[in-house]
């Protein structure tokens, strides 16, 4: 298996090339050239399997350039007991016999990034032996939030190796900034910068693709790489959970084998819900993929008009990991609806560059709608669901997660369609306890990140995530912020480069 780029099909490598170069040198995403497909006989033998098992049988198809061997060394470094609670790396929680909560919360992090980021390094391990001659990876991540801590986390002291983390100054919340800027490690560094999502990764994108750049980095024996879902080895392990969840309902006998399920998806840069896409085109019964935004409802609009416009003010939200207004992904799906045309690609990137508008055409308008919905949940419906969910349910979720139980909610009142649902819940809610608490009426703007904490855990009694708890009392080892302008000159500094 090949990847092409979605800005030069003509660019081919392989899965390891693409996972340590993380993006294509014309700043095009790359893409598998064709999507495997499992059959019924598979998803049944994968049913009576774990986590890991299924996870070997989905990156086996894609990573061709891997061995079974080590593709099992790296799904088994990566998804043990210690690190997500259980062998039950990613389990589903029903609401009712047709809603069912796909938990991505569980490992170090408390947010759904763990299930790529905690892999990530060992495929980039993997890869790297295979095609980077000995260089120095450096890691270049801009976050809105999870992903930092995430990748900080997964990367941290991973040999050969740096990791650097941009994240907006205003725009996460307390307890994600906290944790970035408590993160151990010895080839980790951490900055704010002034601005938000967007500026912080346009800023890393620039750096990445700027050929000056990688010379300097080259005569330094070193090469960037991304952690963000730009790079393919962030998404494929995504696929896995999907494959994982559609088990799990048919090992348990919530679902018929072949019977249809919608996905539903909190989105900000679109690579969850585009890996569900990809678990579609497998052989996953997804009947709809129902995308979830907050208020920053660009792709809302998107996917109901067929015009893609990011001129429009930025909120930011309770939701922050989703106040996005490029979504980077969705390049890619542009690609295979567009019949992998990199023409048609390039043009609509050159316009967003440009104008910060594009519209696609009505054929790819018509496909787009055959499997995609869109949504959105403003502020107080996050808060109103919360509430709700915990008052019928007894189940606590986060604000991600109720945008995309507010979003399924309305999907089925306004259609009366019955299908089951996995609503993909991305968060642990202690990462936004102060959301969380208010939405269940408690007053707590006096109090600090850790009294939040425990006046939602006296309210509701869920357990709190000990890497959380463990947070308080930690040095906080990162505090500089810089200038967007700055970024480069900021890279320069933390790897001890000369300018
Ligand atoms: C990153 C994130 C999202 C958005 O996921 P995308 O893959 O960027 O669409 C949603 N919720 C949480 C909690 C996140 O961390």
């Given at each position: 298996m090949e990847y092409q780029s979605t800005r030069d099909s003509a660019v081919r490598v392989s899965s390891a090339q693409a996972i340590t170069q993380?993006?294509?040198?014309?700043g095009g995403l790359f893409v598998p050239e064709s999507l495997p497909v499992l059959s019924p006989e598979d998803y049944r033998s994968l049913a009576k399997k774990s986590y890991v098992e299924r996870a070997d049988a989905v990156l086996s198809r894609f990573l061709t350039d891997f061995t079974g061997e080590e593709i099992a060394s790296c799904t088994r470094a990566a998804y043990t007991s210690d690190r997500f609670g259980s062998a039950d790396v990613a389990p589903l929680h029903s609401l009712d016999d047709r809603t069912h909560i796909l938990e991505l919360w569980h490992g170090p992090t408390c947010a759904f990034k763990d299930m790529a980021l905690q892999i990530l390094p060992h495929l980039m391990r993997v890869s790297a032996g295979k095609t980077a001659d000995g260089k120095e990876i450096v890691i270049l991540v801009a976050t809105s939030g999870d992903t930092g801590k995430a990748a900080l986390e997964g990367f941290?002291?991973?040999?050969h190796t740096r990791i650097l983390v941009f994240y907006p100054e205003q725009g996460v919340s307390p307890m994600q900034k906290l944790q970035m800027i408590t993160q151990e490690g010895a080839n980790v560094a951490v900055c704010a910068i002034r601005g938000n999502f967007d500026d912080a990764q346009s800023g890393v994108k620039h750096i990445f693709t700027d050929p000056a750049v990688a010379r300097k980095l080259e005569t330094q024996g070193m090469m960037f790489s991304s952690a963000?879902?730009?790079?393919w080895g962030r998404l494929v392990p995504q696929v896995v959970y999907y494959v994982s969840a559609y088990c799990d309902l048919l090992a348990s006998g919530r679902l018929r084998e072949g019977q249809g399920f919608h996905v539903v998806v909190p989105t900000g840069n679109f690579g969850n819900i585009l890996a569900a896409y990809y678990a579609k085109q497998m052989g996953v019964p997804v009947s709809r993929l129902i995308c979830a935004s907050n208020r920053n409802r660009v792709l809302a609009d998107f996917l109901q008009t067929g015009v893609y416009d990011r001129r429009r003010e930025f909120y930011a939200t309770s939701?922050?990991?989703?106040?996005?207004?490029?979504?980077?992904n969705l390049e890619r799906l542009l690609y295979h609806l567009s019949g992998r045309d990199d023409a048609v690609v390039r043009d609509l990137m050159a316009r967003l560059s440009a104008d910060g508008v594009y519209t696609v055409s009505d054929a790819v308008k018509k496909r787009l709608q055959e499997d995609f919905t869109g949504g959105w949940c403003d502020e107080e419906q996050t808060a109103s669901t919360i509430s709700s969910v915990w008052r019928e349910h007894r189940y606590l979720c986060d604000t991600h997660t109720a945008v995309a139980v507010h979003v399924c909610e309305e999907y089925r009142r306004r259609t009366g369609d019955g299908t089951p649902c996995v609503i993909a819940s991305t968060a642990n809610p202690y990462k936004f306890s102060s959301s969380v608490a208010s939405a269940l009426g408690?007053?707590?703007?006096?109090?600090?990140e850790f009294q939040k904490v425990e006046e939602l855990h006296r309210l509701t009694g869920c357990p709190v995530p000990e890497p959380l708890a463990a947070i308080?009392?930690?040095?906080?080892?990162f505090t500089e912020v810089c200038r967007r302008e700055d970024m480069e000159q900021m890279v320069y500094r933390l790897l001890h480069i000369a300018e």
């Open positions: 993380g993006i294509s040198r014309e941290r002291d991973a040999p963000n879902s730009i790079n939701s922050p990991s989703m106040d996005i207004l490029i979504s980077s408690a007053d707590v703007a006096a109090l600090d308080q009392g930690k040095a906080l080892r």
